[in-house]
């Protein structure tokens, strides 16, 4: 990394909650003094840490109108003054990029805004990160004199389950907000939650003896549960040395964090109300749907079932309204058979013992839980899972970070699940992500290994033998008759590889005499030893093109191609050999 660089921001574009943070550049064996923004809001009384994932975006598609706070607030605004319709409101749209390696994305896909309308997704994306970016500048220019752009050192945070693919579009989209490429660092979210956590004391809450992540000896292992609003992240950690740590099996997880439990709420208001009325109560009366969700959501965090035997939310007259003018009710009218909001709220798979007083809403501690129940179960579900991997090998403690690891219930569940395993859940789980990514930015090689999750290659042709290769793969070329399509693995999935360093170099010649480029097919498959890109399981995810040097016979021209696992993302490196000429690029994973 350049030396030049005195600031070191990160960027947390997370799922429900946002957040950005920087410091000052440091020893790299000392603990830097991070910088936290706090946000406020219209609704509560005390600052947090993060704020809400929200964009608001003006009628021209482009142009941003609010973010975070306060675009709840403006949007309230718009929506009681009836103008709302022609602006895209978006909510928890991070979850678009979560999907299959072999599901392609492209810089022309779309989100959906809370509305039902739509926008490419870059432009929310790169929106965002600019809005954060722009805000972060601003509090430097107020803190230090002659502060430039080009003295930052930029930090953007992913799932470590997310694809190649989803990982190169958030570059892209932060490029597009103004980033430059070769300031720019991506970094792992368990992995940032790690790298804070080892420098400080933490202790597990369930025991009197609990486990300092920053004592652990080397060898030791432990699992960090990433859980935010979006995804449930799952990786294991060992101590390689003092400062650093590896990555040992692939990484898990799924899209049941805290926003499924939201979703679980508003299944049971549509089972209630049905599913149209639940959409025209929150398309007419948006204002009522938004302190709705908002109320739910602090009731989420803070349930606790050892300590409370009902919990109480507003329920907006709005919706009792929408519910009884619906034709449903005319037809129970007709038939004097009319049934009432008090009990359709009886009648949903969610309980019995749910009750409407007036403009209240009353759960049982027990029915409330159910919000939880898919949620929980999917968590403790994956995390032994990943425990499994380990075949039996100990891991001294569970590291719980994200905003949905604030969640008591959550904690509560853990904690029974696996009670011989001490649990630390850091204060202010929800930035420990976002400080990691200030000190992960400041020195990046504190992750010395990582697990392959795929096997990766490129597309390559060998000589043809008649018994061995399918006819239909034969090829004619200037060098001879060749098999086309051969996967030409350089790294195997679940392989251990040194972060930065290039992998296994492999030589490839070109085919043609007057061939002026080699094109490359970037491969991936969840085979460990795939035979051809076209197997079942093996996909082509990306192309690297490179310019021959001109000669007589291109055929003589070798070219030496290594991969690289830096950081978050795959660099391809191709090198001339008799020129030493070397390319040396992202690979590019969209469409």
Known sequence: ????????????????????????????????????????????????????????????????????????????????????????????????????????????????????????????????????????????????????????????????????????????????????????????????????????????????????????????????????????????????????????????????????????????????????????????????????????????KSFDPKKQDTIVLRFPLSLREVFETSKRQSLWRKSRKRKCIEEAVKDTSFGTDITIKRDKIIFTARDFSRFFQHSLEKTIKEIRKQLDKLHGEMVYCILMVGGFSECTLLQQEVISSFPFIPVNIPIEASTVVLKGAVVYGNNPPIISERVVKYTYGVSACNSFIADAHPVEKRLVTDTGVVCKDIFSKHVTRGELVKTGEPQRKECYLPQYRNQKSVKFDICASKLPNPRYTTDKDCHIIGTIEIQLTERDDARENTIIVSFAFGGTEIVVTAVEEETGKEIKTHVSFLE
């Not at 945070?157 to 579009?169: E, F, H, R, S």
């Open 1 to 300: 990394m350049a030396d030049s660089k005195i600031i070191f921001a990160a960027i947390d574009l997370g799922t429900s909650f946002s957040g950005w943070a920087f410091a000052l550049r440091t020893d790299p064996d000392t603990m830097p003094n991070i910088f936290v923004k706090s946000w406020y809001s219209a609704y509560t009384a005390h600052a947090t840490g993060k704020t809400p994932t929200c964009v608001l975006i003006k009628p021209d598609g482009e142009s941003l109108e609010a973010f975070g706070y306060d675009a709840e607030t403006k949007y309230n605004e718009l929506v009681s003054k009836r103008l709302h319709d022609t602006y895209f409101y978006f909510k928890n749209f991070k979850t678009g990029l979560y999907g299959k390696y072999y599901q392609p994305l492209n810089m022309g896909m779309t989100l959906v805004d809370e509305m039902g309308k739509t926008l490419p997704a870059i432009n929310v994306f790169s929106s965002s990160i600019r809005y954060l970016a722009d805000d972060m500048y601003t509090q430097l220019e107020k803190s230090f004199q002659d502060i430039r752009r080009e003295d930052i050192r930029w930090v953007i945070t992913v799932p470590a389950i997310w694809t190649d693919q989803a990982k190169y579009l958030m570059r892209e989209s932060a490029i597009k907000a103004g980033m430059k490429s070769d300031s720019l660092i991506m970094a792992l979210e368990p992995e940032a939650a790690s790298i804070y956590c080892r420098q400080l004391d933490l202790r597990a809450i369930n025991r009197e003896t609990g486990v300092a992540l920053a004592s652990l000896e080397v060898g030791s292992k432990y699992l960090v549960l990433d859980a935010g609003g979006g995804t449930i992240d799952l990786t294991i950690h060992e101590v390689d040395s003092s400062k650093c740590v590896k990555q040992i099996v692939v990484s898990s997880g799924n899209v049941s964090g805290g926003n499924a439990v939201n979703r679980e709420f508003e299944r049971f208001l549509k089972e209630a109300i049905s599913d149209d009325k639940y959409q025209q109560f929150k398309r007419n009366q948006t204002e009522d749907w938004l302190y709705l969700m908002g109320d739910f959501e602090i009731k989420k």
